[in-house]
């Protein structure tokens, strides 16, 4: 993947190729945040007042669409994101940034073909963040429409990698032919 600005590989994961923008440091939230964390938490159901959410996720959502446009893409054949922590939960703004992206690229939107058919604990509450909870929570929907594609798989922050490597190898023990991840951040200082 090529991108006008730099994409950073998430080093310490072998045989996986995982990438993000930035690191994201969620303490700043209340100090001073810089512009990119205030962006994914404005991407973050944090907040009841219905009118900010608004407001501010769709700024969020168009931050990080235009990053994402100045990524290649030309190589994937679907664009996929990693589903929420709860089964009956609403499309994630990560979801919706997916859609949009597949819109602009006119690449196949594949949000709907990694399932949550088990609930988990959000990452960032429960500081659970193992493979196994993420392995043993998600399956495919149907292994024919990942079969030989490149998927580019979206996620809206990495902390340890896990979820994604577990979604990873998911669409590929699917018959997926590639699969490369994407967080628009990595939390500072995790993993």
Not at 22 to 29: K, T
Request: with cysteine; hydrophobic share 35%; net charge positive.
């Amino acid at each position: 993947m090529k991108e006008i600005n730099t994409l950073h590989k998430f080093n310490n994961i072998e045989g996986y190729d995982i990438f993000y923008f930035e690191e994201y440091i969620p303490r700043s939230h209340g100090s001073n945040p810089r512009t990119f964390d205030k962006q994914i938490m404005n991407l973050k159901d944090y907040t009841n007042n219905e009118e900010w959410k608004v407001r501010n996720q769709e700024k969020a959502e168009k931050f990080f669409i235009d990053r994402i446009m100045r990524v290649d893409l030309s190589d994937f054949d679907l664009i996929c994101r990693i589903p929420r922590s709860k089964v009956k939960k609403h499309q994630s703004h990560i979801g919706n940034i997916a859609t949009r992206v597949s819109q602009l690229t006119e690449k196949h939107i594949a949000t709907d073909y990694l399932v949550r058919f088990k609930d988990v604990g959000e990452a960032h509450t429960t500081g659970v963040r193992s493979y196994d909870n993420s392995i043993n929570s998600i399956k495919i929907k149907d292994e024919n429409l990942v079969k030989g594609k490149f998927i580019l798989l979206l996620d809206d922050v990495t902390t340890s990698g896990n979820s994604m490597k577990a979604c990873i190898d998911i669409l590929q023990k699917s018959g997926a032919k590639k699969v490369v991840g994407l967080a628009m951040g990595k939390t500072r200082g995790e993993m």
